[in-house]
């Protein structure tokens, strides 16, 4: 018996009296509200049995005592941050997970789309339902199948008329997922990287600097000149493979970008998430001093 996250009594005590596991939902609902449990049920994977009476159900779905947790993997976090989502629940798996990651080979045969010297950019953030002994193999061949469905079949189905490759994509997703902080404007921002590669332009992404530095923080001026072939102020192109895990989103305005005229844009500091685009260096330098000043 699954119990998805934030499910309420309400909804699953339906689908025990659907099979068979208790004879009446509304009974439970009002048994579970005279105990004060009709609010505490924990999501996850559950043991139910037939032979097991009302009130036992009821506890054990309070309990906590599950086969299974769910987990979140956040869209546009490093390999190297996956770890700490994992740990809680899977301390062995946690530590292994840094190895596995740096092992891209245990996986190509299984998935030949897997490029570069680490899984970095095809570990698919989304929620997982694990089981309770799951190893670091078993928890990333999970999300290497969700890569699939959702990022491997949609280049297969569908992929750039301008005949960039699978793996060209994804870095361009990962960069879209680490600068885009509005929906909107991911395709905007895939097309003002795809202007800037066309004229030869350096792509100057300032999370590409931030991966390269291996901290999270606001890039300095002195950040944007660590020699890493990963930071784009210094090298030309996209950088050698992806800075973090893209979403689906990222990833089909990375496949399909927005046909834009921009070629420079820059953070608004109103809390929006959102960006000035701008088509001449002019139009940008007056943006960035328009931001500044307000």
């Known amino acids: ?46 043991e139910v049995s037939g032979k097991m009476s009302p009130a036992q159900i009821l506890d054990l779905l309070n309990s906590g005592r599950v086969m299974s947790y769910w987990v979140t993997i956040p869209e546009g976090k490093w390999a190297s941050e996956i770890d700490t989502y994992l740990a809680p629940h899977w301390p062995n798996a946690a530590r292994e997970f840094p190895a596995f990651v740096t092992q891209p080979e245990r996986w190509r045969g299984r998935f030949p789309f897997v490029e570069g010297n680490t899984l970095e950019g095809y570990l698919f953030p989304d929620t ?24 491997w079949k949609a280049y297969q189905a569908d992929p750039p008329k301008d005949g960039r490759m699978f793996y060209q994509v994804l870095i361009l997703a990962s960069l879209v997922e680490a600068e ?15 202007n800037r590669l066309k004229k030869g332009m350096l792509l100057q992404c300032d999370a590409t600097a931030i991966y390269a530095h291996k901290l999270r923080i606001v890039p300095l001026i002195s950040d944007l000149k660590i020699d890493s072939p990963y930071n784009t102020y210094l090298y030309p192109g996209l950088p050698i493979g992806p800075i973090c895990n893209p979403g689906a989103s990222s990833f089909r305005a990375a496949l399909h970008p927005k046909e834009v005229p921009y070629l420079y844009y820059v953070a608004r500091r109103d809390g929006s998430g959102t960006h000035i685009f701008s088509t001449t260096l002019a139009e940008h330098q007056a943006a960035i001093t328009q931001i500044r000043r307000n």
Not at 181 to 194: C, D, L, N, T, W
Request: with cysteine; glycine share 6%.
């Open 128 to 151: 997982y339902l694990v089981g309770k002994g799951a190893s670091a193999e078993q928890i990333i061949t999970a999300m290497l199948k969700a890569f699939d469905a959702r990022c």
């Open 180 to 194: 885009a902080k509005a929906p909107a404007e991911r395709s905007i921002i895939a097309g003002v990287y795809i």
């Open 1 to 46: 018996m699954i119990i998805p996250r934030y499910a309420t009594l309400n909804k699953i005590a339906p689908r025990l009296e659907k099979r068979g596991l208790v004879p009446s939902a509304f009974a439970l609902r009002v048994y579970a509200r005279l105990q004060h449990k009709d609010n505490k049920l924990k999501a996850g994977e559950y």
